[in-house]
């Protein structure tokens, strides 16, 4: 496994990031040990990277129980903002909630300080200076190394960016955007505002969330769980691009999933992607693809499909703008909407 340095921190981290969703027992793996057998093959094989969350019900025991004696030869991210209960400050980006929040993913670790601490989703009702003066303080005591975000928009990444430099503070180091041969709109502002101030970016959903598994096609069953809650997974746009993509990847000799996770690390902006497998077979097959390395050609080919910058159908996750989400933000009154 070769590594890359993560933005301008100096940490070394493996291309292949190891998403832990799937070994929350409520959601992905219902065996434990299983799902440490399956993350302590990804460490032997070089993968270094591990991204948790909060949220993502037990993931966090389960990565902590797998670290026990290798912790110091592992890059470890989680976050936090995300609703972790019906409390309203159980969640979102405040001092009060962050400083709790952190805590709770230390205990559930078993470790004493996070290499990279990440903010879920973007708060827009708490000013950035709050979330950046507290997240400061936690890199100061020592129980975070660096911080991140994920899913932010560009403009925003450039307004913290700017918040930092002025007030001397810590600034983001890292952001975890969706990314991928169907979802490649971060092309356009987000990956070159990243490269800019110098923050490495990890990818999530490589394989579209199963769009890119090989394993839908149009026309027959949608068997992805996911499919049940999420609409993009069931796009007929998305869809028609797969199956142009498929023959694309039999032509070129390699499954589908090589193809789709190689694509997104020729991009000279992104430091790792996150694969999520669940099963050790999962594992096996995305591990098999590591040295694959696209040729200009089929990356040519590939944007003849999906055009540089584009998304084809639009992701459930991803960020929105307040301005749009509030009519009253994108429509003056009645009385002062002619011209005349």
């Known amino acids: 496994m070769q590594y890359r340095t993560l933005g301008r921190t100096g940490i070394k981290v493996s291309p292949y990031a190891l998403g832990t969703l799937m070994f929350a027992t409520s959601i992905g793996n219902p065996d434990p040990a299983d799902s440490v057998r399956v993350i302590h093959k990804a460490l032997d094989a070089g993968i270094n990277f591990l991204d948790t969350a909060d949220v993502y019900g037990d993931s966090e025991d389960v990565v902590g129980k797998a670290l026990k004696g290798r912790r110091d030869h592992v890059v470890l991210a989680t976050k936090v903002s995300r609703p972790m209960g019906d409390d309203p400050n159980q969640q979102g980006t405040s001092r ?7 805590e709770n993913s230390l205990r559930r670790l078993g470790t004493d300080h996070i290499d990279l601490y990440q903010i879920h989703r973007p708060d827009p009702e708490t000013d950035v200076e709050e979330t950046l003066s507290a997240l400061t303080d936690l890199i100061r005591s020592g129980k975070v190394r660096a911080i991140g975000t994920s899913t932010t928009t560009a403009c925003d990444i450039v307004e913290a960016q700017w918040t930092a430099e002025r007030r001397g503070l810590e600034r983001f180091r890292t952001e975890q955007p969706p990314y991928s041969l169907i979802s490649r709109g971060i092309e356009r502002e987000m990956l070159p505002v990243a490269q800019r101030y110098g923050m490495g970016t990890l990818v999530w959903g490589p394989l579209a969330q199963g769009l890119l598994s090989g394993r839908v096609r149009k026309g027959g069953r949608n068997e992805l769980v996911r499919a049940g809650f999420l609409r993009h997974l069931n796009d007929e746009r998305r869809l028609d691009a797969v199956e142009r993509l498929i023959p694309l990847a039999k032509e070129a000799g390699m499954p589908l999933t090589h193809l789709a996770v190689a694509f997104t690390l020729a991009h000279p902006g992104v430091t790792s992607a996150i694969i999520g497998p669940r099963t050790m077979e999962h594992l096996d097959d995305l591990l098999a693809g590591a040295d694959v390395a696209l040729s200009d050609e ?20 991803d960020p929105v703008s307040p301005a749009l989400l509030s009519p009253d933000l994108r429509r003056r009154p009645v009385a002062e909407r002619a011209a005349a």
């Open 96 to 102: 009060r909630w962050i400083v709790t929040a952190v």
């Open 298 to 317: 089929l990356l040519d080919r590939i944007d003849e499909i999906v055009p540089p910058g584009t998304d084809v159908g639009t992701l459930d996750q």
